[in-house]
């Protein structure tokens, strides 16, 4: 079984400053690893994947991620944020071979100050 | 190009009642997920349809049930709620011919309340 650890579940940080949301996995298969985004009242919108090649994956407004197979980790990063990137977090994994469900982590919530 | 739409879009039902949940998938897709998402938590996977069958579930109990049409929209019923059922359900839809890197379309999910 796949599981997803996030490790903040809430993170404030001043507009223009740097942000990294974490994100640990446990899986005894190889994984494909997703962050999505979720606006408030809305559903979920992928920001990156990672599938395989590079380990640095850059994703929709500015974001990026690392995936580091070693410390089984996939944080995100954006090196300044603004007021819009206020929202919930989601980090996600599903198995390469076989099932196409995804599995969340619990979520961060950004909160961008002025 | 319509996305995935979903409704209602907030529903009130009394425990022990019964619930159905529509959804369409994104134009071209014909695979369907339903998720669920508790307050404060993350989504959890209910099941897959593809073909007008469920293909794969997650841990949820047999009040949990689905469709999926010739169209390729879906419902998610669940019979005899319970409190704890409150939360946003969420569709995802996907090509199953992009294969198992096909990113998922969500909707922007159907907000239950059970009391």
């Known amino acids: 079984a796949q599981s997803v650890t996030q490790l903040d579940s809430q993170v404030p940080v001043f507009e223009e400053a740097p942000v990294e949301l974490r994100c640990n996995y446990s899986?005894?298969?190889?994984?494909?690893l997703f962050w999505y985004v979720q606006y408030p009242n809305q559903g979920l919108q992928l920001l990156l994947k990672?599938?395989?090649?590079?380990?640095l994956v850059k994703g929709i407004n500015g974001f990026e991620a690392e995936f580091n197979k070693s410390q089984t980790s996939f944080h995100l990063r954006k090196p300044s944020v603004h007021i819009s990137d206020t929202a919930e977090y989601f980090c996600?994994?599903?198995?390469?071979?076989?099932?196409?469900?995804?599995?969340f982590g619990q979520g961060t919530r950004l909160t961008i100050n002025p | 190009d319509a996305g995935v739409t979903q409704s209602p879009t907030h529903l009130i039902k009394t425990r022990g009642q019964q619930v159905t949940l529509r959804c369409s998938p994104k134009?071209?897709?014909?695979?369907v997920s339903w998720y669920q998402q508790a307050l404060g938590q993350g989504p959890q996977f209910i099941f897959q349809?593809?073909?007008?069958?469920?293909?794969q579930r997650g841990n949820f109990p047999d009040r949990f049930s689905g469709h999926q049409f010739p169209n390729y929209s879906s419902e998610l019923n669940v019979n005899a709620l319970l409190l704890g059922d409150s939360a946003l359900y969420l569709c995802?839809?996907?090509?199953?011919?992009?294969?198992?890197?096909?990113?998922?379309?969500f909707g922007n999910g159907t907000r239950l309340t059970v009391t």
């Open positions: 349809y593809y073909e007008e069958e469920e293909r």
């Open positions: 996600a994994v599903r198995v390469v071979q076989g099932a196409q469900k995804l599995v």
């Open positions: 899986s005894s298969v190889s994984v494909y």
């Open positions: 990672y599938l395989s090649g590079s380990t």
């Open positions: 134009s071209g897709h014909d695979t």
């Open positions: 995802a839809s996907s090509l199953r011919g992009d294969g198992y890197n096909s990113p998922l379309h």
